[in-house]
T-cell receptor, first 111, second 110 residues
Framework: ETGVTQSPTHLIKTRGQQVTLRCSSQ?????VSWYQQALGQGPQFIFQYYREEENGRGNFPPRFSGLQFPNYSSELNVNALELDDSALYLC??????????FGPGTRLTVL | GNSVTQMEGPVTLSEEAFLTINCTYT??????LFWYVQYPGEGLQLLLK?????DKGSNKGFEATYRKETTSFHLEKGSVQVSDSAVYFC?????????FGSGTRLLVRP
């Protein structure tokens, strides 16, 4: 059984650019959640996708958007990057409301 | 709204010492409670969970009991090892999302 994978591992962007992060969910899972973890903080919920539809959203601006594909993999897109967007972005997959399994994260640095 | 408060770290202990990391929560209803661990450079791993009041979650020598009366879910281990050095996050299940505390860094010295 393959766990949750994320790509890329690390990414460096400049302010104003756009970025796309990718997540492959664990086999059999139909729900993907994205979290932002700033340095020294706990993860903050961005949004969740269930069967290709957004199922809930945290307190993040519209420039944070996402997609879920028919195979339940997912993308997180961030437009007009700001310095404060520098963080570890974590993806978690689950079977609806069951336990969430986290990937290793993508470390985004905005210069 | 729902929230989680953890004791601030870092917590520094000698090997074989007793560990307690405090966690209290504010929530509507009775959410499931979790402890996650994050090793350097890695994502989150579920350490243990409890789904209702008075439940005790346990794993790898770690334990935590869901206390409704004190709204707490303190993490304990009787004898820590150097390999337990990591950041520990308390979290609650709020409908479709997890709400995390700010994390407590544990450093265990040989």
């Amino acid at each position: 059984e393959t766990g949750v994978t994320q790509s890329p591992t690390h990414l460096i962007k400049t302010r104003g650019q756009q970025v796309t992060l990718r997540c492959s969910s664990q086999s059999g899972h139909n729900t993907v959640s994205w979290y932002q973890q700033a340095l020294g903080q706990g993860p903050q919920f961005i949004f969740q996708y269930y069967r290709e539809e957004e199922n809930g959203r945290g307190n993040f601006p519209p420039r944070f958007s996402g997609l879920q594909f028919p195979n339940y993999s997912s993308e997180l897109n961030v437009n007009a990057l700001e310095l404060d967007d520098s963080a570890l972005y974590l993806c978690a997959s689950s079977l609806k409301k069951d336990e969430q399994f986290f990937g290793p994260g993508t470390r985004l640095t905005v210069l | 709204g729902n929230s989680v408060t953890q004791m601030e770290g870092p917590v520094t202990l000698s090997e074989e010492a007793f560990l307690t990391i405090n966690c209290t929560y504010t929530a509507t209803g009775y959410p499931s409670l979790f402890w996650y661990v994050q090793y350097p450079g890695e994502g989150l791993q579920l350490l243990l969970k409890a789904t209702k009041a008075d439940d005790k979650g346990s794993n790898k020598g770690f334990e935590a009991t869901y206390r409704k009366e004190t709204t707490s879910f303190h993490l304990e281990k009787g004898s820590v090892q150097v390999s337990d050095s990591a950041v520990y996050f308390c979290a609650l299940d709020s409908s479709y999302k997890l709400i995390f505390g700010s994390g407590t860094r544990l450093l265990v010295r040989p």
